[in-house]
């Protein structure tokens, strides 16, 4: 695995240091620290902290070469993943408090979308990586970002949290999924939802990493915030899809950019090759499946 660590030597950036050093050290992996400022007067001070940088990855058994620029973070860290291959991007982000939840810097997500390796967004500390959970909507677009959490935790090792969350159902069906035992009955509906969930299970559990299903009830973001202080899981693993060029440039949905925005918790944002399908399209298989027969009136 080959990890490119971003710093501008802030207090963020150690953050990402040390959150990347732990899959580095577990995935024995190649690690470069890109130094960027926008200021030429600051890169001596930025040298000497990429190298403190470096020694704190070689304390953890971790050899890291160090590299710098100097321009625009968000163009030059672009530029500079086209140009190499890396498996993995970290940065860090700023823990502002507003509104009862934390802000990460919005170049945080100007870097996901653009960039075409998976980006561990850090924005707090954490000591260990023993819980991971997977927002899965439930689709195959999370395919690619159950893959790659598998191969980090296995590494580690972790555990593995799938957790998809089901609108509010109609009063009548106000039990439904509430406790984790009825999660037996939704996998075992032959739904598509049980069908995706069950392979996303498989792909986990094939990799050699125990795995677990959740069934969260309600409002999307706010179940995923409840399980990730419930578990007290360690990274929070979601997508994104690619827009225009696949290959450069991506979207992080409403969801991903909320858990971005919101969870205190280290998010790993993962780019799927598959595009979700158009509202258009959608409502065009409606009709199809729903619509008065041919030669009906």
């Known amino acids: 695995m080959k990890i490119l660590i971003c710093s501008d030597g802030s207090e963020r950036s150690r953050r990402a240091v ?62 500079w993943t086209l140009d190499r291959e890396y498996d993995l991007v970290a940065i860090g982000a700023e823990r502002r408090r507003g509104q009862e939840f934390f802000l990460p810097s919005a170049k945080a997500h100007s870097i996901a979308e653009m960039i075409f390796p998976p980006v561990l967004v ?56 509430r406790h984790q035992a009825d999660v037996e009955a939704l996998l075992k509906s032959g739904s598509a939802l049980a069908r995706n969930l069950l392979n996303e299970k498989k792909i986990i559990e094939d990799g050699g990493v125990q795995a ?54 280290p998010v790993l944002v993962i780019r799927s090759d598959k595009a979700p399908r158009s509202l258009a399209n959608r409502l065009r298989k409606m009709v199809t499946k729903f619509g008065p027969k041919p030669g009906r009136s």
């Open 18 to 79: 040390s959150f990347a050093a732990i899959i580095a050290a577990a995935a024995k992996a190649e690690v470069t620290i890109f130094g960027i400022t926008q200021d030429q007067q600051e890169e001596t001070r930025l040298k000497e902290i990429l190298f403190e940088e470096s020694r704190e990855l070689e304390a953890c058994g971790v050899r890291a070469g160090i590299a710098m620029k100097s321009g625009d973070p968000v163009t030059e860290i672009v530029q």
């Open 122 to 177: 850090v924005p707090c500390e954490r000591r260990q990586i023993k819980r991971i959970l997977i927002c899965s909507g439930g689709g195959p677009y999370i395919e690619n970002a159950v893959r790659f959490a598998v191969k980090i935790a296995k590494d580690l090792p972790a555990e593995v949290t799938l957790l998809n969350v089901v609108p509010e159902p109609p009063a009548m069906h106000g039990t439904l999924y």
């Open 212 to 265: 677990a299903i959740r069934i969260g009830h309600g409002i999307v973001i706010d179940q995923i915030l409840d399980e990730v202080a419930r578990g007290d899981h360690d990274l929070v693993v979601a997508g994104s899809w690619a827009i225009r060029d696949r290959w450069r440039s991506y979207a992080i949905g409403n969801i991903t950019r909320e858990i971005v925005n919101r969870t205190d918790r």
